[in-house]
């Protein structure tokens, strides 16, 4: 069983950064993929950035050349850098792997782009 806490989130205005960690507890970390998601106000979970156990990354089209994924297996941590950000990255963000499992969810950590 892994548990996984996100933090990092906050207020900040457009074009601004935010970078976002997911801590995770438990064993064999290093030997998953591991995903951002994010769900908007009224929208579904969307994956945004995955990184798998070799460290190749994927980008939803929507971050693609803003966001950054990485990974620090030695501390057990994701991280998301996000640059340009723009209104409409407005959600709560979690981390999971990639496939998700539903038991891993944590609580997600708010990010709010406005002026």
């Known amino acids: 069983q892994v548990q996984l806490v996100e933090s990092g989130g906050g207020l900040v205005q457009p074009g601004g950064s935010l970078r976002l960690s997911c801590a995770a507890s438990g064993s064999a970390f290093s030997a998953y993929a591991m995903g951002w998601y994010r769900q908007a106000p009224g929208k579904q979970r969307e994956l945004v950035a995955t990184i798998t156990s070799g460290r190749s990354t994927n980008y939803a089209d929507s971050v693609k050349g803003r966001f950054t994924i990485s990974r620090d297996n030695a501390k057990n941590t994701v991280y998301l850098q996000m640059n340009s950000l723009k209104t409409e990255d407005t959600a709560v963000y979690y981390c999971?792997?990639?496939?998700?499992?539903?038991?891993?969810w944590g609580q997600g950590t708010q990010v709010t782009v406005s002026s």
């Open positions: 999971n792997t990639v496939p998700y499992r539903n038991s891993f």
